[in-house]
């Protein structure tokens, strides 16, 4: 509350502290002055501190020296504090002023502008500066470009991070630095998903022989059709599990074969390699997968042959056998089942089947592939090959 009057002067103090010690009493003196009598009990008491009659209180200048004190511990704390919240902004080696004003304002109701201003390292003119001139050319390209990141972001099922928002970015024509794009999300909040770690599910017959293993973990391919991967992971809903077997083509990471099924049979795998035959129309491509019991059937072993598929199989145990199926999954599980629950296994199909058909192989750019997705970078290199032929 701010004082109605200025304090007393040390003289008028000292004289009335003197009139007590006369004789005179207090009723009487703030009766006679404007001082009331509480004040003048204060005065007597702090003089008689000051004179060293009372050891057990503080003198005048010890009372300076713990107010000062206070104000320092306090000044000290508030510092601390905004050290504490802005230390995004303190500790980096290349820090946006604009950033550190927008942090200013945001606290200037809890902390003083100039104690705010010494602590962060700017001036407090070039804050005020800041809010009374208009936006520069490089904040109103940032606001543009921040609106197309958040619009790139969301329709990536915010999945993307900063490297496939910046290749969708030079897709678009727009050339801007990677840094400068996670400095955009950063500040606006927005960020990917990571992936989880390898889960070996893999349960082996160990009456049947498996195929030999024809990729020892190469899993390059020159062209399509050469190299297929598959495998089956479920999906958890409400009312149990739902199975998902793929094939996917080595070359561009494409699934060209899947199946769904309520049981982790062999027909689910026959399934996904019916639909990859029938779509690539291969010549003894290999088909590699670990050695679950539905791959090492006698039924999977007759339709391989029939087809002219090589089959080709990894360890036990070793999901580093068949790491690039592994990888596909590790996606789906952290790109769509472990961002949504699902109720029926109807309602986990649709969302399998428009994740593969709809997202992963027509639009979700690989880092494999140059930040390509599988459908457009099939196309690039079927044109790259018109291109080349006389």
Not at 71 to 99: P, S
Not at 245 to 269: E, I, K, P
Not at 279 to 308: N, W
Request: with cysteine; net charge positive; charged share 25%.
């Amino acid at each position: 509350m701010p004082r109605t009057r200025n304090p007393y002067p040390a003289e008028f103090r000292e004289q009335m502290v003197a009139l007590v010690r006369t004789g005179r009493s207090v009723e009487s003196l703030a009766r006679e002055y404007e001082p009331c009598a509480a004040t003048i009990h204060e005065w007597v008491r702090q003089a008689t501190a000051d004179d060293g009659d009372d050891p057990s209180s503080l003198t005048s200048a010890e009372r300076d020296e713990l107010r000062q004190l206070r104000r320092e511990v306090k000044q000290l704390r508030q510092e601390r504090d905004i050290l504490f919240k802005g230390r995004g902004l303190v500790c980096t080696k290349r820090r946006d002023i604009a950033q550190v004003f927008e942090f200013m304002t945001a606290n200037q109701a809890e902390y003083p502008i100039q104690m705010m201003s010494r602590t962060l390292g700017v001036s407090r003119s070039g804050f005020y500066a800041y809010h009374s001139r208009p936006p520069s050319v490089r904040q109103v390209a940032d606001e543009a470009l921040s609106k197309r990141i958040a619009t790139i972001h969301k329709a990536s099922k915010e999945t993307y991070g900063a490297p496939r928002i910046h290749a969708e970015l030079a897709d678009e024509g727009i050339f801007v630095g990677r840094k400068r794009v996670e400095r955009l999300m950063l500040a606006k909040g927005l960020r990917g998903v990571s992936r989880r770690k390898f889960v070996v599910t893999t349960e082996r017959n160990p009456r049947v022989r498996p195929a030999a293993d024809l990729v020892d973990r190469n899993f390059y391919a020159d062209a399509p059709n050469v190299l297929w991967v598959a495998d089956i992971t479920f999906v958890p809903t409400w009312a149990g599990f739902l199975y998902l077997a793929v094939v996917l083509d080595a070359f561009s990471r494409r699934v060209v074969g899947w199946a769904m099924g309520t049981r982790q049979r062999t027909q689910l795998v026959l399934d996904a390699m019916n639909m990859a035959v029938t779509q690539r129309k291969p010549s003894s491509v290999i088909h590699h997968s670990d050695q679950g019991s539905q791959y090492t059937s006698v039924a999977f072993g007759l339709r391989c042959k029939e087809m002219g598929v090589r089959p080709s199989m990894g360890s036990v145990g070793d999901c580093y056998d068949n790491a690039m199926c592994e990888s596909f999954f590790a996606t789906l599980e952290c790109e769509l089942l472990e961002r949504r629950k699902f109720r029926t296994k109807a309602e986990a199909r649709v969302a399998c089947f428009e994740f593969i058909e709809g997202w992963y192989n027509p639009s979700r750019r690989h880092s494999a592939l140059g930040y390509k997705s599988p459908i457009n970078y099939e196309r690039t290199a079927a044109e790259g090959l018109e291109s080349l032929s006389p």
